[in-house]
């Protein structure tokens, strides 16, 4: 390939992965090559970790990429593409000691030897190459891209090219293993670095941060280091730094899989061993290891081939050697690599808590995100900006930034005018991974305005003198709340503390232990706003009263009600010790729930059984209150169930709990209290929200008797609960006089798609069309189960087709939205593309 003289401001880089496009089993050499390295590797300790570290600096090499007239440094492009030009520069001065050939080569695969004409040399030593660099082309076909640094002998170029094209196999690997390592080594890095100038600066925000990076970057955090004295922190969080990457799915979506086939069910039966990673050691060490055994049992006479990890900081590769170069024979090749050739990997960027609202107008405003780690840890990911629209439609894009240590992407918003934006906006991100650009989440926006405060009908007489109080303030503009202050007549400030509770609620705790009853003014001061939204509520005094306590017998614990329950600090029945639990406020009245300190102790309360309950107030006073036992709570355990599909479908549910909504569950239960299951008994099944339930009973003929204690139940949720349930069902029983049994897991009620079939087109770099009603019920779409290729299918989906990943023949992964936890399948047929 021709080399030619170039300005070093022209080309660019990428560090990123290829995947790879072949398909078929590997030839019966390349196994025979992973047996010896699991063969070598059985050996493999802890300390071959170490000795694997990279941490030698190796020579600079300056690399930038060109494509379509446009240039970013190797730090900036996640893969490369066919005519992407290439720069290559060495910093090797004139009066260096040792000569070093530099080869650029590219691959196509494991079982295809590169062309000849795919590798182009230069002597680093010459004029020339030492001042201009050189530049290559990606050629049409190639699927990765190397750098060898080579000691100047005879014949060198030539043996290493041969040694290349004899064995392409090794070389792949070692050009995906590097780039794996080279990914998870940068968000290691960062997470080191930030946690060690945490230290230095401010050690007592380690925790917040570490479990910011932890999310952020992908980290395993030991919770234990959090209970050690803060000075032992830092060094408790940094240790074991072979265990602390996770597997990331981006990462594995931008690293080539080296071919499919008997033998790459090999590859990953050794990768889980704990000589290669697995078990003990982290996916980084796996892939360190990996990529060091390959090079160190691959070598010639002349030759042997040592690894160069590339950590890019803008124009520089940055290279680290795990073992020092020898220029004795064999000498030292150093084998570099560059991104993978590949179609690109967006960042799967999404909202930690895509429902939350956040306030445009608060300082430093953190939008919390996860599921990209490189895109703190690289500069693969530039030029971000949150795009808000504006009344006219357009809107303005205003500049972000992504800090890994604060969790996601810091907006600073005092530059923009909020005049001509709406009170309630959803903004979205947006960037460049490498040369492309995409749209990353959406977030709700409260831009401050004066707003209307109400309190809940509950909370109105809720302020009762003599103690702490709880009341809760609504408004829309709850996520823009700065401070809330509580106002006496006398102009005196109490020191009211307030956060946020759930949207558009704001909770506030009103120190009232040494006040007088009367009304008192609410001031709520939102962010950006310089005069406080106000509010009156009346305080009230309250004397101690004991109503009743209701425990049933076989319960470990009951309620008390009354008012001033937050004096109660003993409770005794019957010789029966219980401790208050919680303190709730409900219809102008107290309710401590109180827990027996030794559950077993419950079962000497029998059925109408009346006491005497002995209460101790915190002041010392002893109350006495008459108590009748309750019923036992009827309950009933799950025997068998089984989930019948009334309609076809594409969609192969894997996990036995779940149950499509046009399905039917029959089910049965064995009464357990009382010992045979009463007629008039009913089954109420509801979702974990309990925003609707359904009852079954005997006489609708939803439940059939087997025997006295065991009945059969059937459910057809469709019918009982409409199109828009889902989730997690529970049951439990009730009683003929309403009472109600403990909540029980059923079964995971999911909407399922329908779908018709998949249209591909010829070329297997290019996205299949998936066709269908009701998409948006499909939380993603994945060719593999190990959801390394993966489309997410955003919320609102409205279209009859979605891109879809190639399927593996006629088979694809999904994850519905209505339980994205289980994987499942889809058997479609797979049509040309019109």
């Not at 991104?339 to 919390?368: G, H, I, M, T, Y």
């Not at 190990?786 to 190639?806: I, M």
Request: contains cysteine.
């Amino acid at each position: 390939m021709p080399i030619e003289k170039t300005n070093r401001n022209v080309l660019h880089r990428s560090a990123g992965r290829k995947t790879s496009r072949e398909a078929g089993s590997r030839v019966a050499g390349l196994i025979r090559c992973f047996l010896f390295i699991a063969i070598l590797l059985v050996g493999f300790s802890a300390a071959d970790a170490d000795t694997a570290s990279f941490d030698l600096e190796g020579p600079r090499v300056e690399v930038k990429i060109t494509r379509a007239g446009r240039p970013l440094p190797v730090g900036a492009v996640p893969n490369l593409q066919p005519d992407d030009a290439i720069w290559i520069h060495t910093d090797f001065d004139k009066n260096h000691g040792a000569h070093y050939l530099l080869v650029a080569a590219f691959l196509r695969g494991s079982t295809n030897p590169p062309p000849e004409n795919w590798f182009t040399k230069a002597e680093t030593w010459s004029k020339d190459v030492r001042e201009e660099g050189i530049v290559v082309h990606v050629p049409k076909d190639a699927q990765q891209a190397l750098l060898f640094l080579a000691p100047e002998t005879g014949g060198d170029f030539n043996t290493l090219r041969s040694a290349v094209r004899g064995r392409p196999g090794i070389f792949v690997r070692a050009s995906q293993d590097l780039n794996q390592v080279s990914l998870y080594r940068s968000r290691l890095d960062k997470y080191l670095t930030i946690i060690r100038q945490t230290n230095d600066t401010d050690p007592k925000a380690l925790k917040e941060r570490s479990l910011w990076l932890a999310r952020t970057l992908g980290i395993r955090v030991d919770p234990a280091c959090f209970e050690k004295p803060v000075d032992q922190q830092e060094v408790c969080l940094t240790q074991k730094t072979d265990q602390l990457v996770l597997n990331d799915g981006h990462s594995e979506s931008m690293i080539a899989a080296l071919t499919s086939g008997p033998s790459s069910d090999l590859i990953g039966a050794v990768s889980v061993t704990p000589a290669m990673g697995g078990g003990m050691y982290s996916a980084y060490v796996g892939a360190v290891v990996d990529v060091a055994r390959i090079m160190s049992n691959f070598r010639t006479a002349e030759y042997q081939y040592i690894p160069a990890l590339a950590l890019p900081q803008e124009e520089e590769l940055n290279l680290h050697l795990n073992t020092p170069p020898s220029f004795n024979n064999p000498k030292s090749v150093l084998v570099i690599a560059l991104p993978a050739v590949e179609a690109v990997q967006l960042p799967p960027l999404r909202a930690v808590n895509p429902d939350e609202v956040f306030c445009l107008q608060k300082p430093s405003l953190v939008l919390a995100v996860e599921g990209a780690p490189l895109i703190f840890s690289t500069d693969i990911a530039h030029d971000f900006a949150l795009h808000i629209p504006d009344k006219t439609g357009q809107g303005v894009d205003l500049p972000i930034v992504a800090d890994a240590a604060k969790g996601g992407f810091v907006v600073d918003a005092r530059a923009i005018p909020t005049d001509g934006l709406g009170e309630d906006v959803n903004a979205t991100i947006r960037g460049r991974w490498g040369f492309e650009t995409f749209d990353g989440p959406s977030f709700h926006l409260r831009v401050a305005h004066t707003a209307d405060w109400t309190i809940p009908s509950a909370d109105r007489s809720a302020l009762i003198v003599g103690r702490n109080d709880l009341l809760h303030l609504d408004s829309p503009a709850a996520a823009c709340v700065d401070r809330i202050s509580i106002i006496e007549p006398n102009g005196k400030n109490l020191a009211a503390t307030s956060k946020l509770a759930k949207t558009g609620e704001m909770e506030v705790e009103v120190p009232l232990k040494d006040q007088a009853p009367g009304e008192v003014k609410i001031e709520v001061k939102q962010f950006g706003l310089e005069k406080p939204d106000q509010v009156s509520v009346s305080t009230y005094a309250e004397a101690a009263h004991l109503d009743h306590f209701t425990i049933n017998a076989g319960d470990p614990q009951g309620i008390l009600k009354g008012t001033r329950l937050d004096q109660v600090q003993t409770f005794e029945l019957n010789g029966i010790h219980f401790m208050p639990a919680k303190l709730s406020r409900t219809a102008e009245q107290d309710e401590l729930r109180l827990a027996a300190a030794q559950a077993a102790a419950v079962t000497s309360l029998q059925p109408d059984e009346k006491l005497l309950a002995h209460v101790g107030l915190k002041d010392g006073r002893t109350l006495d209150l008459q108590t009748t036992v309750e019923a036992p709570r009827p309950k009933v355990s799950l025997i068998s169930k089984n989930v019948q599909t009334v309609a076809p479908s594409a969609v192969k549910l894997q996990n036995q709990d779940e149950l499509p909504q046009g399905g039917r569950l029959s089910f049965f239960l064995k009464s357990e209290v009382p010992d045979k299951f009463p007629r008039n008994e009913k089954i109420e099944i509801a979702p974990a929200d309990e925003s609707n339930s359904v009852s079954l009973s005997v006489a609708d003929g939803s439940l059939v008797m087997q025997d006295s204690q065991t009945v059969l139940a059937t459910l057809e949720p469709l019918k009982s609960f409409g199109a828009s349930t889902f989730g997690p069902l529970r049951f439990r029983a009730v009683d003929a006089e309403g009472g109600k049994g403990d909540w029980l897991p059923l079964a995971t009620l999911v909407r399922v798609p329908s779908l018709k079939d998949i249209h591909c087109p010829d070329s297997p770099d290019q996205q299949c069309r998936l066709a269908g009603a009701s998409l948006f019920l499909i939380d993603s779409v994945a060719s593999d189960p190990q959801w390394a290729h993966t489309v997410p299918v955003p919320a609102g989906y409205v279209d009859s087709t979605l891109k879809v990943p190639r399927p593996n023949g006629t088979l694809l992964y999904v994850k519905l939205r209505d339980d994205p936890a289980t994987v499942n399948t889809i058997i479609l047929p797979v049509l040309p593309q019109d």
